[in-house]
């Protein structure tokens, strides 16, 4: 019995030993999370992005314009009835005025008179209370104006126009107007987007030169290190760093 005791127990401490050691790694996923690194956008992404935002922007511009036009018309409309009560009451006012106290008419002008007077207080109160909206959809309209300009124009380094101090430039000076919003963004140095020329793709590289030739990495390297301002050079520089990258 003893001697099979100490089988099983010599057994038992064999498997201990060559039991492989745990994954830290996968310990740690079943432990908690797993970190996904931060994403970032290239400066084109960022562009069609802004582009999409553009577009929307457009899109409610639109819709306010036509909001705006509504409000504009009913405003037109209740002038027009407000001086045409106007002038009635007036007209009324003036023919009760050559009127005897006995006329039996003038009890009836007194009252439409009267009608005429209350039908002009709440043409006032409808004015009054659209006035305010119609305000500030107009300068809703602006802000539009002003991100929309800003949208195609990029800064000296190429980047996107930051919208929120182009604004703060237009407040400042009380823009309102397309040709004083792109005046603003040429004195800055802006350039519109569509004045840019498109970029020319880099083809990848391929360490064949033009002549067919091979160059080494450290030849294209020290070329461009030596005539950086050759632009064959260049190309072959940013095109061994892209294959670079892939790798």
């Known amino acids: 019995m003893e001697t099979g005791t100490a089988v099983k127990s010599n057994q038992a401490t064999n498997e201990a030993q060559v039991k492989p050691a745990p994954d830290k790694g996968l310990e740690a996923k079943e432990g908690g999370a797993e970190q996904k690194p931060e ?5 084109s992404e960022v562009d069609a992005l802004l582009g999409k935002a553009g577009q929307k922007l ?19 409309s209740l002038t027009s009835e407000i001086t045409e009560a106007k002038e009635s009451i007036a007209s009324l ?30 043409l006032k109160a409808e004015k009054a209370e659209i006035e305010p909206v119609k305000a500030e959809m107009a300068k809703w309209k602006r802000d539009q104006l002003v991100y929309s300009v800003a949208d195609e ?24 107007d397309r040709e004083e919003l792109e005046a603003l963004a040429e004195e800055k140095g802006f350039k519109k987007k569509s004045e840019i020329p498109p970029e020319v793709p880099v083809k990848p590289y391929s360490g064949v030169t033009d002549g067919g030739g091979t160059k ?12 950086p301002n050759d632009q064959e050079k260049k190309k072959a520089w940013i095109a061994l760093m892209q294959s670079r990258r892939k790798k």
């Open 39 to 43: 994403k970032t956008y290239r400066q």
């Open 58 to 76: 457009k899109a409610d511009n639109e819709s306010l314009t036509t909001e705006r036009n509504t409000y504009k018309s009913q405003i037109e």
């Open 93 to 122: 006012t003036k023919d009760i005025e050559t009127m005897s106290a006995d006329d039996p008419d003038k009890h009836a002008l007194l009252k439409l008179r009267k009608e005429r007077e209350a039908e002009l207080k709440t």
């Open 153 to 176: 124009f990029v800064m000296t380094d190429g980047k996107s126009v930051d919208f929120d101090s182009f604004m703060a430039s237009a407040d400042k000076f009380k823009l309102k």
């Open 216 to 227: 080494t990495d450290s030849q294209i390297i020290r070329e461009y290190a030596d005539n």
